[in-house]
């Protein structure tokens, strides 16, 4: 046993120093090489002063002389919501509720520029929303919430730019009013609804009194047509007489006349009951011309 032990011993002796060597190259090799996970960069001291930042993959650095100091991921991140409040144009206090999302893309300046990087961009938005708001009035905050939230992170960007970081979104979640304030609110509304009402009712009236007035000039304009065709019939007839007065004398006058009288006592003599029509000398006479009329026509 003890011969054993003083042969190992010898061994040891021996190569003690190939042993130290291939720790020690173990350790360097294992210091030396850095594989770095693709949602992360690594930023690397050389005695205490910016080396270098390494990319997603393997790298190699100088074994014992150069550190990985930090390890930032460089995902995309989302600050915890924030409300801040702010005092519109016309006078009204809102409590306005942002959320930024922002990624590292430059980890040598947020690690050397900036100590507590969310801190750092929930302020700088809370300075923003109020500068931006402050100029706008509730109405408009409400109505063109896109346009102002643009240039809210149009803001932001260019802040945060010399922190390395990128602002990917700004969101206004939400604009809360006091009760006192939503109770005004309500109340115009509201009243605003009222007053469309009433001009609607208004417009309503307005506009069935111009659709009678239209209605009645149509009416008229379609009488006056009619008196005018009747005239024009008229015209037309009595033209036509005077063609026959020339062509036939003073015969067809005559005739006219008769035939005209005989319809009228005609039209007296009609009824539903009995009835005594009493008639003049000359209605006798008529029958007898417009009889002999027809007579000397016949021949």
Same mark, same amino acid.
């Given at each position: 046993?003890?011969?054993?032990?003083?042969?190992?011993g010898?061994?040891?002796g021996q190569n003690l120093a190939?042993?130290?060597?291939?720790?020690v190259?173990?350790?360097a090799?294992?210091?030396a090489?850095?594989?770095?996970?693709?949602?992360e960069k690594y930023?690397v001291?050389?005695?205490g002063?910016?080396?270098?930042?390494?990319g997603?993959g393997?790298?190699?650095?100088?074994?014992f002389?150069?550190r990985?100091?930090h390890k930032i991921?460089?995902?995309?991140?989302q600050?915890?919501?924030?409300r801040?409040?702010a005092?519109?144009?016309?006078?009204?206090?809102?409590?306005?509720?942002?959320?930024?999302?922002?990624r590292?893309?430059?980890?040598?300046?947020?690690?050397?520029?900036?100590?507590?990087i969310? !801190?750092?961009?929930?302020? *700088?938005? @809370?300075?923003?929303?109020?500068?931006?708001?402050?100029?706008? #009035?509730?109405? &408009?905050v +409400?109505?063109?919430?896109a346009?102002?939230?643009?240039?809210?992170?149009?803001?932001?960007v260019?802040v945060?730019?010399?922190?390395?970081?990128?602002?990917?979104?700004a969101?206004i979640?939400?604009?809360?009013l006091?009760?006192?304030t939503?109770?005004?609110?309500?109340?115009?509304?509201?009243?605003?609804?009222?007053?469309r009402a009433?001009?609607?009712?208004a417009?309503?009236?307005?506009?069935?009194?111009?659709?009678?007035?239209?209605?009645?000039?149509?009416?008229?304009?379609?009488?006056?047509k009619?008196?005018r065709?009747l005239?024009? !019939?008229?015209a037309y007839? *009595?033209? @036509?007489?005077?063609?026959?007065?020339?062509?036939?004398?003073? #015969?067809?006058? &005559?005739? +006219?006349?008769?035939?005209?009288?005989?319809?009228a006592?005609?039209?007296v003599g009609k009824?539903?009951?009995?009835?005594?029509?009493i008639l003049p000398?000359s209605?006798?006479?008529s029958?007898?011309?417009a009889?002999?009329?027809?007579?000397?026509?016949?021949?």
């Amino acid at each position: 046993m003890q011969d054993i032990l003083e042969i190992l011993g010898e061994l040891l002796g021996q190569n003690l120093a190939l042993v130290v060597l291939a720790i020690v190259l173990f350790l360097a090799i294992s210091s030396a090489v850095r594989i770095v996970p693709q949602s992360e960069k690594y930023v690397v001291e050389r005695f205490g002063r910016l080396r270098s930042v390494l990319g997603p993959g393997i790298n190699f650095i100088v074994p014992f002389i150069d550190r990985v100091r930090h390890k930032i991921s460089i995902l995309e991140r989302q600050l915890p919501t924030h409300r801040q409040d702010a005092i519109t144009a016309d006078n009204v206090l809102v409590e306005v509720e942002t959320s930024v999302f922002y990624r590292i893309i430059e980890p040598e300046k947020t690690v050397y520029r900036i100590r507590d990087i969310d !801190a750092a961009i929930a302020t *700088t938005v @809370a300075g923003i929303v109020r500068s931006e708001i402050g100029p706008v #009035e509730l109405d &408009q905050v +409400q109505s063109n919430r896109a346009q102002l939230i643009e240039r809210i992170r149009e803001s932001v960007v260019n802040v945060v730019d010399d922190w390395g970081i990128e602002v990917t979104r700004a969101e206004i979640l939400d604009v809360n009013l006091d009760e006192a304030t939503r109770a005004a609110m309500l109340q115009q509304l509201n009243a605003e609804r009222a007053r469309r009402a009433q001009v609607t009712e208004a417009e309503g009236k307005r506009r069935a009194v111009e659709l009678a007035a239209d209605g009645d000039l149509y009416a008229a304009e379609q009488q006056a047509k009619a008196k005018r065709i009747l005239a024009e !019939a008229e015209a037309y007839a *009595t033209s @036509a007489i005077a063609e026959a007065i020339a062509a036939n004398g003073l #015969e067809a006058a &005559q005739y +006219q006349i008769a035939i005209r009288q005989v319809d009228a006592l005609t039209e007296v003599g009609k009824g539903n009951g009995k009835q005594t029509v009493i008639l003049p000398d000359s209605a006798l006479d008529s029958f007898t011309e417009a009889f002999n009329l027809l007579k000397g026509r016949a021949k």
